[in-house]
């Protein structure tokens, strides 16, 4: 945290500069959207072997699910090469279980016969990158850096039922008890950027984030990840 108000301050510094220089600043405002291949990291915060053992059943029976960032951003452009961008994100990750049986000590034909289970992490961030530009033609090489201070506002646990007949039931729990409200993720990404007209451009941008702080505190230390291809459209306001 103590990073990300260094940063915010600077970017206030730049900022204040730019608008003060002979050249003013150019803003552009604009529309995010990006699949993306969500999972989790697992790790022991001890030396119990018991938690060892959890791990290992979690990532036998766990795996990665699809999930997507979307948000509106503004960009205030110091240069032709140079820009910074923030905004608001609104982002769903997580991970999801493979299909498992259920056993039963008396099997009733009536009971659900397995099981898949989804976790979704729900957040809303506030992006803060330095973005790079390279080239003078339409199609322009693009990178970034920077890190999101993501806020969640919920957990939903899904769970799938499918019954000897091939019904399926989905179950649906939502909280916030017990995670952790805050997570901070550095952002990278490289990609390309298009003038589409002298006031509108598209980008594509692969993406990788991942978090720094663990989901809640518990023996097993879960990270979230995820990488992606961020399409984006901006319009020039300024």
């Known amino acids: 945290m103590k990073h990300f108000l260094i940063l915010l301050l600077s970017f206030l510094s730049i900022n204040t500069f730019g608008q003060n220089a002979k050249n003013a600043t150019k803003i552009s405002i604009g529309y995010s959207f990006s699949p993306e291949y969500s999972f989790r990291t697992l790790k022991n915060s001890g030396s119990n072997n018991y938690t060892d053992l959890v791990i290992n059943s979690r990532n036998d029976i766990e795996k990665a699910k699809f999930g997507y960032t979307t948000g509106l951003n503004i960009n205030f452009h110091f240069s032709e090469m140079f820009r910074f961008e923030t905004g608001f994100q609104y982002s769903n990750k997580g991970y999801k279980t493979k299909e498992q049986d259920l056993v039963y000590f008396q099997n009733i034909p009536s009971d659900p016969n397995k099981v898949t289970m989804k976790y ?5 961030g506030i992006p803060l990158q330095a973005k790079f530009a390279f080239g003078k033609s339409k199609t322009r090489f693009i990178s970034s850096a920077g890190i999101v201070t993501n806020f969640l506002i919920n957990v939903k646990n899904s769970i799938k039922l499918v019954y000897p007949d091939g019904k399926t039931e989905i179950k649906s729990e939502f909280s916030t008890s017990g995670f952790n409200k805050i997570d901070i993720s550095p ?24 978090g720094l702080i663990e989901t809640k505190d518990a023996p097993v230390k879960e990270k979230l990840w995820s990488a992606g291809l961020v399409f984006g459209l901006s319009y020039y306001i300024k």
């Open 120 to 124: 979704s992490y729900q957040y809303i």
């Open 187 to 210: 952002i990278v990404s490289i990609g390309v950027d298009y003038k589409l007209k002298d006031k509108i451009h598209l980008s594509v941008e692969p993406t990788f984030r991942f």
